[in-house]
């Protein structure tokens, strides 16, 4: 891990590890026993998580070991089967996805979701829903409640651009923009509902070495700039070990390791998971 982001993580009583700095703050993000099946097939099994109010969290494993599914838990796009998931200390049982939204995760997804014919402020806008209460009256009408809440979504909009250097972008078609772009503005998008929990599918899937190291700046940038925590999946483990502090490491939907980037660097089992059993001589 580098040094600009190296903290130290410390235990708290569920047997998890979060970063020092959130020890006494109530964790974004709690999973007990958490599980899915399809069939009779066990997707995701005994999935237990705790991430810190600001940690920078890494899901990872083999491909099909069941990380995609996780998010899609985490956001109720699937109902667990048994298990809970509390957000802020806050069960999100019986919440629809657009809920758990306004509880406070957003998420991106490994295939880019654009709006490719609306501009790039208007995607970020679809964010900003959450925040703007006039009537349907108000928007058939154009009164000045509207006018006055589209003035500050135009604002906000532009101010979230800014923050990724895509300002002069705003006026663009999402779908013209180039794959790097793209993927940025899906991050600013759901960073317009203003989330708790930022989840990253792959965000950094068919990005070159420099998009790579852009995005890790963006990301430690999200973090201090709006003090919440982020969680991606990720194969570049350049990336996940440059800049998460906690690590969970998934294989056949079940947990196979926790820790930080030196102990899963150095696990038997992670290794194993990702090379396969090695013969021995």
Same mark, same amino acid.
């Given at each position: 891990?580098?040094?600009?982001?190296?903290?130290?993580?410390?235990?708290?009583?569920?047997?998890?590890?979060?970063?020092?700095? +959130?020890?006494?703050?109530?964790?974004?993000?709690?999973?007990?026993?958490?599980?899915?099946?399809?069939?009779?097939?066990?997707?995701? !099994? !005994?999935?237990?998580?705790?991430?810190?109010?600001?940690?920078?969290?890494?899901?990872?494993?083999?491909? *099909?070991?069941?990380?995609?599914?996780?998010?899609?838990?985490?956001?109720?796009?699937?109902?667990?089967?048994?298990?809970?998931?509390?957000? !802020? *200390?806050?069960?999100?049982?019986?919440?629809?996805?657009?809920?758990?939204?306004?509880?406070?995760?957003?998420?991106?997804?490994?295939?880019?979701?654009?709006?490719?014919?609306?501009?790039?402020?208007?995607?970020?806008?679809?964010?900003?829903?959450?925040?703007?209460?006039? *009537?349907?009256?108000?928007?058939?009408?154009?009164?000045?409640?509207?006018? @006055?809440?589209?003035?500050?979504?135009?604002?906000?909009?532009?101010?979230?651009? !800014?923050?990724? +250097?895509?300002?002069?972008?705003?006026?663009?078609?999402?779908?013209?923009?180039?794959?790097?772009?793209?993927?940025?503005?899906?991050?600013?998008?759901?960073?317009?509902?203003?989330? @708790?929990?930022?989840?990253? +599918?792959?965000?950094?899937? *068919?990005?070159?070495?420099?998009?790579?190291?852009?995005?890790?700046?963006?990301?430690?940038?999200?973090?201090?700039?709006?003090?919440?925590?982020?969680?991606?999946?990720?194969?570049?483990?350049?990336?996940?070990?440059?800049?998460?502090?906690?690590?969970?490491?998934?294989?056949?939907?079940?947990?196979?390791?926790?820790?930080?980037?030196?102990?899963?660097?150095?696990?038997?089992?992670?290794?194993?998971?990702?090379?396969?059993?090695?013969?021995?001589?």
């Amino acid at each position: 891990m580098s040094e600009r982001t190296r903290t130290k993580m410390v235990p708290v009583p569920s047997r998890a590890i979060i970063p020092e700095r +959130d020890i006494n703050k109530q964790p974004v993000l709690e999973t007990v026993h958490l599980g899915i099946e399809f069939g009779g097939l066990h997707a995701v !099994d !005994d999935f237990n998580m705790v991430i810190g109010k600001t940690e920078i969290a890494g899901l990872i494993g083999p491909n *099909g070991a069941g990380k995609t599914t996780i998010f899609n838990l985490l956001t109720n796009v699937y109902q667990p089967t048994c298990g809970s998931i509390l957000v !802020d *200390g806050r069960p999100t049982a019986g919440k629809s996805t657009a809920q758990v939204n306004r509880m406070g995760i957003a998420r991106t997804f490994q295939n880019i979701r654009l709006f490719n014919d609306l501009t790039v402020e208007d995607n970020v806008k679809v964010g900003l829903h959450n925040q703007t209460n006039y *009537g349907y009256l108000s928007g058939i009408l154009r009164l000045p409640s509207y006018w @006055k809440q589209e003035k500050q979504a135009h604002q906000r909009a532009l101010e979230l651009l !800014d923050l990724f +250097d895509m300002a002069d972008m705003a006026s663009a078609r999402a779908g013209s923009l180039p794959y790097g772009a793209q993927r940025r503005l899906e991050i600013v998008r759901a960073l317009a509902t203003s989330p @708790k929990l930022l989840l990253l +599918d792959e965000p950094a899937a *068919g990005m070159n070495p420099s998009e790579t190291a852009e995005l890790m700046d963006n990301i430690i940038k999200i973090r201090d700039t709006f003090q919440i925590a982020v969680m991606l999946i990720e194969h570049d483990m350049n990336l996940v070990m440059g800049i998460c502090e906690g690590i969970v490491v998934v294989n056949y939907g079940r947990i196979i390791a926790k820790g930080n980037p030196d102990e899963i660097r150095s696990n038997p089992a992670v290794i194993e998971a990702y090379l396969g059993q090695q013969e021995e001589e």
